[in-house]
């Protein structure tokens, strides 16, 4: 898929309204059973584990429907450019891992995935300045 500079500033404004989305009323339910199973009944949790949990949820969760947050948010967004429900679907496919920087490639940086071993082109919404101080060779 050809990714352009366009797509990747609005993924930004709509990862926020996806996330909106599933802290609404109607995924409740579910996004406290997954976060006591996932998280346990901690009073705190630290915001780099909540927005780990709120990825798992919105992207990996299956909700009793089967389906996830981010099909629900597709089905009910016909409005989208195609691109970008392509996008969102894509973000099913998670990849987690240790990754180390190879290179830089325009606005992207490839990186190493140490686990999978496989390379991945790693783009930032924030633009190029957020990926900036990442080096070559470093995890």
């Known amino acids: 898929m050809v990714v352009s500079a366009e797509l990747v500033w609005r993924s930004g404004d709509r990862k926020g309204e996806l996330v909106e989305f599933a802290r609404g009323r109607r995924f409740g339910g579910a996004f406290w059973a ?3 199973r996932r998280l346990g009944e901690a009073p705190e949790v630290d915001e780099e584990r909540f927005i ?3 990825d798992f949820f919105v992207l990996q969760q299956r ?4 389906r996830r947050v981010v099909e ?3 089905a009910e967004h016909p409005q989208l450019p195609e691109e970008e429900r392509a996008m969102l679907l894509g973000w099913r496919e998670v990849v ?5 920087v190879r290179r830089r490639d325009g606005d992207a940086l490839v990186a190493v995935n140490l686990v999978d071993e496989l390379a991945y ?3 930032s919404n924030r633009g190029r300045a957020a990926l900036a101080s990442m080096r070559r060779g470093r995890s």
């Open 63 to 66: 909700l009793p429907d089967g």
């Open 52 to 54: 780990n949990f709120l």
């Open 96 to 100: 987690e891992g240790v990754f180390r």
């Open 121 to 123: 082109r790693v783009r």
């Open 72 to 74: 629900h948010f597709v």
């Open 34 to 36: 997954a976060f006591a």
